[in-house]
């Protein structure tokens, strides 16, 4: 134990990853570390729950193909125009940014909520990769529908995936990169493979079958019993939202930071168009294949076994760990926020843990949607402020990093933009019987846009109002 | 450094067309599936082994 401890102190706690400081122009990188990163990430083993998720749901083929084209551009640009230029004009993780314009209050709340989403969202990665493992083994693993773990081995499995995954973590932002980079150019040939080659199975004989047999047989328009109809809508936005707490809610400013340019921004478009718009795409036709042999709760690993044999179960277990990696990452700079003083890769490990343990239930990766809907909920409020904190009030002739400045524990806009946008996004979200809460994070973005630069400037008038009246008395 | 260029690098594309080839090849109907999954398995070990050794050098 104590040489373990000794090994990682030596390895993982001699690397810099300037959590409370800018990033200096010797450690920024090139753009191929973001596609590689980028790609590992957005090509993860639930993409194996996404895709079936529109089949289930009974989404049109042609609302399939066009949603996902929209929303995986909206998506690009979104990292494009609001994160990857936040991130490189002040090379600080938004932690740290918020840090400086909302005080310590804020943050620490903000940075409890993404620490422990992160952790909820790498949890689930496991959980996809555990299920590849128990075919292995034989062992039966929970549905996507289960929610609570049924045997010890499943458990053991979950431990020892877990506690790798967060010791790579431990070594900080170069070796998840790198290790990405291994697997990230083969995960999509393996997704574009497992597709391609169930397609003789749903009736594809030629090419010019395929629409045909994906508007009947795979994304028919007709959703299985008890499940909402998805239309074009439901399709564009999920592919624009599912990550908005990343680009919207400026969380990928922890990985964009390191970039040479704000332009490396498109490396995202990696991610998007072959994690979520071909997986999806071959996942969806897996599950059509699933549902036409019976099997209407598959988990991840049947299908991907289904689709590539032995090979698809290795990528679902890569794939998980490929995503899981940043994400704990992200998680370990969330909490180290609240505890500056403790080394980060001890935070990670401790996050590590902690998501080994919530891995466990498989409950985790059957309502992960909801997670990262109330992530986007409270993430895109913030993202909006520190948006136009930097970009926004120096046009205004106001002040940024107000907190910073003043020496403040508390900022009152942030508090205010903060309340007023989650409230004003989840009224939106009830009133519109959205399907998810991150349909809302568009009008909590807005909202938050406006709410805070509306309050920023009736602070600082009130400051310069008093410090006037300060200055006129001390005359008197 | 030759044997990485000239050996490893090769064979981890070799082990990505092993990848990608069998599926065109199932879907013609010109390989069974057994033999389809085990293509697969082999190319992804021959990329898994050999891509580390140069996929991260030149950063």
């Known amino acids: 134990m104590k040489r373990i401890k000794t090994f990682l102190q030596e390895s993982a706690g001699s690397v810099n990853e300037y959590e409370r400081e ?31 998720l529109f089949v289930l749901h009974g989404a049109a083929a042609v609302d399939v193909f066009w949603g996902l084209l929209v929303g995986n551009i909206l998506a690009t640009l979104s990292w494009v125009l609001l994160c990857a230029p936040a991130a490189v004009k002040t090379r600080t993780t938004i932690f740290y940014q918020l840090e400086r314009i909302s005080g310590k209050g804020v943050v620490s709340i903000y940075n409890s909520v993404n620490g422990l989403l992160f952790g909820v969202t790498a949890a689930a990665m496991v959980g996809v990769s555990a299920s590849a493992i128990g075919i292995v083994l034989n062992l039966k693993g929970p549905g996507l529908t289960d929610l609570y773990p049924e045997n010890p081995l499943w458990v053991a499995i979950i431990f020892v995936i877990g506690m790798v995954i967060a010791v790579v973590a431990t070594f900080g932002f170069d070796r998840v990169s790198k290790f990405a980079n291994i697997f990230a150019p083969w995960m999509p040939f393996v997704f574009l493979s497992a597709g391609v080659a169930m397609l003789p199975s749903l009736g594809v004989k030629n090419w010019s079958d395929f629409m045909a047999v994906a508007q009947n047989e795979i994304w028919s328009g007709t959703p299985v019993e008890g499940q909402t109809k998805y239309t074009f809508w439901h399709i564009m936005i999920f592919a624009w939202l599912c990550n908005s707490a990343m680009h919207m809610g400026l969380a990928d400013m922890s990985i964009y930071r390191y970039a040479k340019k704000a332009s490396y921004g498109i490396a995202s478009a990696f991610g998007m168009f072959i994690g979520h718009y071909m997986a999806w795409v071959a996942s969806g036709i897996l599950c059509a294949v699933a549902l036409k042999n019976g099997i209407d709760n598959p988990s991840p690993g049947q299908i991907a076994y289904m689709g590539a044999g032995v090979a698809g179960l290795l990528c679902v277990v890569i794939a998980g760990w490929t995503t899981a990696n940043p994400t704990i990452y992200r998680s370990g700079l969330a909490i180290q926020g609240l505890m500056p003083q403790v080394p980060r890769w001890k935070i990670t490990l401790a996050v590590g843990i902690l998501m080994t343990i919530l891995a466990c239930f498989p409950a985790i990766v059957a309502k992960l949607d909801q997670f990262l809907g109330i992530y986007a909920l409270c993430a895109t409020p ?45 009224l939106i979200y009830y009133l519109f019987s959205f399907d998810f809460y991150f349909f809302a994070a568009i009008p909590g973005w807005v909202i938050g846009l406006v709410v805070y630069v509306l309050a920023t400037k009736a602070q600082q008038r009130m400051e310069a109002v008093s410090s006037k009246k300060l200055q006129v008395n001390e005359y008197n | 450094m030759n044997i990485i260029k000239y050996l490893l690098k090769p064979l981890s594309y070799v082990g990505l067309v092993a990848t990608i080839l069998p599926a065109f090849l199932l879907f013609y109907d010109w390989i069974p599936m057994d033999r389809y999954q085990q293509f697969m398995l082999w190319g992804s070990l021959l990329w898994i082994v050999t891509a580390p050794w140069w996929i991260n050098k030149r950063d």
């Open chain 1, 22 to 52: 800018s990033v200096p122009p010797s450690k920024v990188k090139g753009f191929k570390s973001f596609v590689g990163m980028v790609s590992g990430e957005h090509i993860a083993g639930t993409e194996f729950v996404i895709g079936p």
């Open chain 1, 382 to 426: 913030i993202g909006a402020i520190v948006f136009a904190d930097i970009f926004l009030l120096p046009k205004l002739g106001m002040l940024s990093n107000w907190a910073e400045k003043k020496q403040l524990k508390y900022n009152p806009s942030v508090w205010v933009t903060w309340v007023v946008a989650i409230a004003g996004s989840y």
